[in-house]
Structures are given as C-alpha cells and as structure tokens.
C-alpha cells in the first residue's frame, strides 16, 4: 500500500522534476516509510511506501530489473503473490526481493498484458519498458485501489490521489458538467474516467491503458462482473449456497493474511465485520486486535453499536478497543478529513473513518474492513423495489437518485443544464448484456460503479491519511464472481443478504445478526446545525462560488433557510452536497 505519480513525456523531453518532487511529496501520508524518484529522457517515476510486504530495501521502489528492461511503480497488495512466485521460478525466473512488486514486474515480462487475470489482490501499477518505451497503468478489478491521471502540455502525468496531480501545477480545474450531473445525482459518485475537474481522470476498474511513446493511447478492459448462472446453479438450495459460500468467504479472509506485519480488523458490531473477525479467528490469527468508533446517541438515534462488537470480541478473544469520538470532536476535525479526500465524498461515514484510521495507525499497519457486503449480497432497502420490476431504471432512480432532473436544472446554472447523464448511465448501464434480472442489475452497477466512488473510495482515502492499509473480503474478485452467480431471491430473503446472513450463523452469534441495522449520521452534517453550518453558508455565498457559477442562488438561499428540511431518499442533506463541494474546490484549488 503506497502512493505512486509519474510523467511520461511525448516530446523527447526530460520530466519535469520538481513537479514530480511535489506529486511525492503530497502522498507522503499514504507512504511514511520511504521514497524514491526515477528520473530518465522522457519520463519519470515516484513512490511513496508503506511497508507491510518485504521490509527490507530490497523492496524499495521505482523497481528497474535491468536484465528484463523493465520498471515499475506499484501501489496495493497482491495476495496471491507467493503462488505466482512459484510459477515464475518453475519458468526460470529469480527473486532478489520477498515481496509482491517484483512478482507483478516479472508477471508482465513472463505473460505480457495477461498477467493481470492471474492476479488476486487491490492494485494500480505503472510498468515501462525501458527499449519500446512503452508504458503500462494498471487498476484492480473492484477499483480497490485509485488511479488518476492528467494531460498537460506535451506530457501525462498519474498518481494515487488527485490533489497530488493537482501539486504538480498545469491542471484545468473548470467544472466537468457529466460529472457535476453525476455528483449532485448519486450523493457525490462521479463514476470513472470522470473527475469534477475537466483536466483530471480516473482510470476505470478492471483496465489496462498502455501508452505509446508518441502518445498514443489503449485501453482494455480486463475484467467485468457478471450476474450470470446456469440452471443447476438455479436449481441449488438455498443451504447448499450457504455451505459453498462459506468456503468462498473463508478464502477471501485467509488471503488477505498475507503480510509481514500484524493484520488486525475494523469492528462495527454489524453482520459483516463480524463475520470477518470471526474467520480470521478460525483461520487461527492469534492476538488479533480489532477497534471500533462509535458517537454520542443524538435526537433518538443510537450513535454506536459498542455493544454487538463487545459480544464478538468476548467470543473470538480479541484485543478490542473501543473509540468513542465526540461530535464537537467530529465537527471540529471536519477540515482535515476534507483535506484528506481525494474527490469531494458527502457520506457522514468521512470524518468518523477518519479518527478511526488514526487511532487505528497508532497500533497496526493492516486491517481487514467489511465494505461491500451490501452491494454484493443485496443489503440495501431499494433491491426489493425492484424485485420483479417492469421498469427497473425508472425504479432504480426513484429509489437511489438525490434528485430528478428537473431538480438538478433548478439547481445549476444554465451553462450546466445540458442532458439527463446520471438517467442515461443507469440506463445504459443496465442495458448491457451479463445480467438480466433487474435486481441483478442493480446489484452489479451498485457493486462496480457505486461502491468503487462511495465506500471503497472513502476506506482508502481515510486510512491512508494515516498510513494504514484496509484490505475488503468482501471484494475478493473470486468472491463476487461467485456471489453474481446467487440467485437474487436468496439474497433478498430475511429482509436483504439473507444467504449472507444465515452462512455467518455458522460462525458468530445469532446476536449480531438478528437486529436492525446499524446508522449512525453525524446530526450537525444530516441536519447542518451550529458552525458546520456557518461554514458551509461562508463556502457557499463567498466570493469564489460567485465566480465559480455553479449554483442557482434562489435554490441555495432556500436549503439555507431551512437545512433540515431537504434530505434526499438516501437520507443526505441536500445543502451538505453543496457546500461539500464548495469547500472542497476551495481547500484543493487555493
């Protein structure tokens, strides 16, 4: 887990090295334990490194093996990497370091663009050949792992995060209009290659962008979920999906063991971190740590579930820390975790991650976290109102969708108003071939779309602001794979994620399992309360949204006189979306 950047020049040119310098240096959170630049005609690398695989130099990056002309860059974790190594050293291949950057590096020179189906881990990688000079970037299949990039003049510049692209000077910071539609849609996903900044784009999960010297450029993509089964597959009881689906969960949990530190776990007191402690005990991880947040209740609303994660770690044994956070705290430390973000995220879950993943830092370095759950096994309330659906786009937006269309074009100013894009993606999202049930569909855009720019964007954003790697059973690419073959009605059953729900049976208590589930808003962001509030009016009414343009004053000056009163079906404040982005424009821009 690291922060990488790079520039690859198409006019013969040496890289701009102070820019490069900066790109680096804005990751340093995402890497403490090391740096390296790689300068060269035409292009250059950095790395930022956080030591969890291999501790020695040996490891260091930019990695160059001179003897295959090849370097590369590399920012995840590769769970299977011994395996791989093994093969590679049955093909005559030979290791000088013990980590899983240099088997990525000789995976490609063994099996060329093909080696990334071998691979089962989180991943963005940049790999060039030092006589084609060719170029090779890289992103994991569930988009674990962030990638983006920027055409500026005469060269392409990548990183881990986009403020570092943004550190590196000569970005075109206007409004994307796709991406503002999308945004103010789907409470703040802009789904790849979009970015809200016209100059900078993300490199979309599951492809491969090879780029030529003169800038010539291909993308393939390697892998896309599928909802598809056979009839034996439909045919199979719902307790036989239960016994193959444990098997497919204690996998997933067992890979992301590897490590040459401690793996700890993030322990909610829900189904699915639940569910993960408890595997890792069967697995046999002795002294495992776990850690849990939680709030002050607030205007009825529970503000933790302190309680369900004491019960799994009295019955798993573990060293559990609990972390009780304040609101005043939570508003107070706002700033930073907005700091922290690489795109603008309005989900209440930031700020309380945020603490978590430093409190978290102080004692481990990897935790495994149970993102995921929820889209791939059916968890949230809108699956069942498309059950049987005759309709399901227009369901789907009704359910999910912050605001309809004619909503957004009160909202923005004119210049912005253009076509219905977040209605267009579902539907051509949903159109394509792969998933025919509408509740299917819904499960695969949630899972490859929505998930990679919400909560797996958010879980890598927060952790790493802190040097902590979050490793997602949940997203094991063979897990989903397996999981898309279930059909939909057993993971609607007992309320959502039934068949989830009765395979964990067999391994925590039933306590955990039968009871609501758990959220926690932070009541000064859902309703907008106090100086959060003066913040976001300052944001919004300042001198620099005027010149911005985006907003309709009239639209703004209502949710302003009444915050609490404008709450979209997703239960977001509809003026936290706005000032968010305003707020979050003016820290990364000024």
Not at 6 to 17: H, L, N, S, V, Y
Not at 47 to 69: C, N, S, V
Not at 84 to 106: A, I
Not at 543 to 569: K, M, S, W
Request: charged fraction near 25%; glycine fraction near 10%.
């Amino acid at each position: 887990m690291c922060g990488i950047a790079g520039e690859i020049r198409f006019d013969g040119g040496m890289p701009d090295a102070a820019a490069l310098g900066r790109m680096v240096a804005a990751q340093t959170r995402r890497g403490p334990d090391g740096a390296g630049l790689e300068m060269q005609l035409g292009r250059g690398f950095g790395h930022r490194r956080l030591k969890i695989m291999d501790l020695t130099e040996a490891a260091q990056q930019p990695m160059f093996d001179p003897m295959l002309g090849m370097g590369i860059v590399f920012n995840g974790a590769v769970y299977n990497h011994p395996e791989l190594r093994r093969e590679l050293e049955g093909l005559g291949y030979t290791f000088y370091s013990h980590g899983d950057t240099e088997v990525l590096l000789k995976a490609y020179h063994a099996w060329g663009l093909d080696f990334v189906q071998r691979l089962n881990g989180m991943f963005a990688f940049a790999i060039w050949e030092r006589d084609s000079g060719k170029v090779v970037f890289g992103r994991d299949r569930l988009g674990i792992k962030p990638f983006y990039y920027s055409e500026v003049k005469g060269a392409l510049r990548f990183a881990s995060s986009l403020p570092a692209l943004l550190k590196a000077g000569g970005v075109d910071t206007d409004i994307d209009p796709v991406a503002l539609n999308s945004y103010l849609s789907f409470h703040a996903v802009v789904p790849a290659p979009y970015t809200l900044l016209k100059g900078v784009r993300k490199l979309a999960p599951g492809t491969l962008m090879v780029v030529h010297p003169d800038g010539r450029r291909e993308e393939k993509t390697f892998w896309a979920m599928q909802a598809v089964r056979s009839a034996e597959d439909e045919a199979r009881s719902f307790d036989d999906w239960c016994e193959l689906l444990l098997e497919q969960l204690r996998a997933a949990v067992k890979r992301r063991l590897v490590a040459d530190v401690p793996v700890g776990a993030l322990l909610s007191g829900g189904v699915d971190s639940s569910l993960i402690v408890g595997l890792m005990a069967e697995a046999g991880v002795r002294d495992l740590h776990t850690y849990n947040v939680g709030f002050a209740d607030v205007g009825g609303e529970k503000g933790n579930e302190f309680e369900y994660a004491q019960i799994i770690a009295d019955e798993f044994g573990t060293h559990h820390e609990r972390i009780f956070v304040p609101e005043a705290q939570l508003l107070q430390r706002l700033p930073e975790a907005i700091e922290a973000m690489s795109e603008p995220m309005v989900s209440h879950d930031c700020i309380g991650f945020y603490l978590l993943s430093e409190a978290v830092s102080r004692h481990t370095k990897v935790v495994q976290s149970g993102q995921g759950a929820d889209e791939v096994f059916g968890g949230y309330h809108w699956y069942p109102k498309l059950d049987g659906s005759t309709d399901a786009v227009g369901d789907y937006l009704a359910a999910f969708r912050d605001r309809d269309h004619a909503d957004y074009r009160a909202l923005v100013q004119p210049q912005y108003h253009a076509e219905d894009f977040s209605g267009r993606f579902v539907a051509e999202h949903f159109a394509r071939p792969g998933a025919d049930d509408p509740v299917d569909k819904a499960l695969r855009l949630d899972t490859s779309i929505m998930l990679v720019d919400d909560p797996v964007k958010r879980v890598d954003n927060m952790t790493m602001a802190f040097g902590l790697e979050a490793r997602v059973p949940f997203l094991d690419h063979e897990l989903v794979e397996f999981a898309g073959r279930i059909p939909a009605r057993h993971k609607l059953a007992h309320g959502g994620k039934g068949v989830l729900k009765e395979t964990a049976r067999r391994v925590i208590p039933s306590a955990v399992i039968d009871r609501p589930k758990g959220y926690f808003p932070v009541p000064g962001l859902k309703y907008l309360q106090g100086s959060t509030l003066d913040t976001v009016r300052d944001a919004l009414l300042s001198q620099a949204a005027r010149e911005r343009g985006l907003f309709q004053r009239d639209y703004v000056d209502t949710l302003l006189a009444n915050p609490g009163e404008h709450i979209t079906p997703l239960r977001g404040s509809k003026l936290w979306q706005l000032g968010l982005l305003e707020w979050w424009l003016q820290t990364h821009l000024a």
